[in-house]
């Protein structure tokens, strides 16, 4: 039980930072700016690697999950907890958000700025991009080491940086359906569910393109 309240914690922490910085943007006319948004979404990750990685992996992302066991890295029986557990957390996160600033009407939701194919296929790679480099810097099924926060974390605020202006850069779909479902903005969602968990399958072939079966090894079985 305690790697899905894990999960749950750090998803909770995630979208609570990150998309709490993206409503505290609007509300106070951008003190926090686009830069400051995409540093909170990594450094937010970064933080939850390190405090969480020996006890869950720190995925906080279905497809992450995903990835690690298309990878085989991951048994197939502990993904739909997971996936709950990280789904629960960011719905916590953005109830509270709502709470907390009931008149924004996003909270943060990740909506398309252009052509919905535009941003099908940038957060197809945005997420791929970030799963070839956590299967590479990863333990098993655990993100976890000294140079995995970092590397995680800036991937994601470097993603953020240049893609957060089209897409919402979000590469997680509990991310944008936690603010999506709480503050009703729906249109766009089955884009931010489907697109992050086919980049998850897309890095992990990029992986084993050049990792060769060495991006598959299988990590003990988490307990809970």
């Not at 869950?56 to 085989?72: D, E, K, Q, R, Y």
């Not at 924004?104 to 997420?127: D, N, W």
């Not at 890095?203 to 090894?217: H, I």
Request: with cysteine; glycine share 14%; charged share 5%.
């Amino acid at each position: 039980m305690n790697v899905y309240l894990s999960e749950l914690i750090g998803t909770f922490a995630l979208v609570f930072a990150g998309t709490g910085a993206i409503v505290i943007n609007d509300v106070t006319g951008g003190v926090v700016s686009h830069v400051g948004v995409a540093l909170t979404f990594g450094l937010v990750v970064m933080a939850m690697i390190y405090a969480l990685g020996n006890v869950s992996g720190a995925h906080l992302n279905p497809a992450v999950t995903m990835g690690f066991w298309l990878a085989g890295r991951f048994p197939g029986r502990s993904v739909p907890p997971y996936i709950i557990s990280q789904c629960a957390g960011a719905l916590l996160a953005s109830v509270i958000l709502r709470l907390l600033f009931p008149g924004h009407a996003t909270l943060g939701a990740t909506a398309p700025a252009g052509p919905l194919v535009q941003s099908f296929v940038l957060e197809v790679i945005l997420t791929g991009l970030l799963m070839f480099v956590i299967l590479n810097v990863s333990v098993g099924a655990k993100e976890t080491g000294m140079m995995a926060g970092v590397a995680v974390g800036a991937v994601i605020g470097l993603e953020a940086l240049f893609a957060g202006p089209i897409t919402g850069a979000s590469m997680n779909p509990a991310r944008s359906l936690a603010p999506a479902v709480v503050s009703g903005h729906l249109q766009s969602l089955w884009l931010y569910l489907i697109a992050p968990v086919s980049g998850a399958a897309l890095g992990v072939w990029g992986c084993r393109c050049v990792q060769e079966a060495g991006c598959c090894r299988k990590a003990p079985e988490p307990s809970g």
